[in-house]
């Protein structure tokens, strides 16, 4: 369930960002779903969190949804569906290297592959455009995804007892914090003046239910019930269900140089995790 939604989001992005704001739409997502999902949790009985648990909920939030994910919100609208989730797909990595991971030759080799796949999307004529993929975009994505590994890290201990309660806590802090970055950039007055499509609220919903409420509850039930590394091998299933919904959705070009990238990538993420 998680590779297929997952890897379903990033057309969803695009296509949401056609008539809303980045920062606005991050918000939105995260935020009623997190009070969802803690109100959810309350009608059960749940206990709220103390002030220290929403701090650490705040923290995790921060580097999962505003460092993370709204990075890929930025980035997609400059690189394409699949090559996005390529680039994110090397998230395994930063979690080996940040979990000090005993050096075996498969994750050594896992290691350079991914590397490797990424700086090919790079080099110009790789991606399906002439100038090759936007530098600045792929920096931003590498970032995003070492975000997204600590995020994924520190969540594992000083949350909420409850799955639910910590889920719901986390979208909500990061929901909130991305709702000051969008006043902030004054996204609330360019949403009164743009006209919003219906297919940019349907996309909306969808990563609101799916993409959060689904996903990402799925993710941190992952995280507190397996290793990091298990719960991120959906970093080597998303891309080829991004490039093929980007191909049919989005007339995306999928070429050699990107099926070669992606391989590289996607067998690179797989013997990291197995190295792990």
Known sequence: ML??????TYLAMRFALETLPLFLLASARFAVAGALLLGVAAARGASQPTLRQWWHSAAVGALLLLGGNASVLWAVRRVPTGTTALIIAITPLWLAL???????????????????????????????????????????????????????LVARKGGPPS????TGAQMLAGGLLLLVIALAA???????????????????VYLTVFGSIVGYSAYGWLLRHDTPERAATYAYVN????????????????TGHVLVSGALVVVGVALIVRGK
């Open 3 to 8: 590779y297929l939604v997952w890897g379903s």
């Open 98 to 152: 940040l979990s000090r991971a005993r050096p075996t030759r498969g994750l050594v080799v896992g290691m350079a592959l991914g590397l490797l796949g990424v700086a090919a999307l790079v080099v110009p004529g790789m991606a399906g455009q002439e100038g090759g993929t936007d530098a600045l975009s792929v920096v931003v994505l590498v970032l995003a995804s070492l975000s997204w590994a600590i995020g994924s």
């Open 239 to 254: 891309p080829v269900v991004a490039v093929v919904l980007g191909a049919l959705f989005a007339d995306e070009v999928i």
């Open 186 to 204: 004054g996204e609330p007055a360019a949403l009164a003046e743009a006209q919003v499509s219906w297919r940019s609220v349907a996309s909306l």
């Open 163 to 166: 799955g639910l309660v910590a």
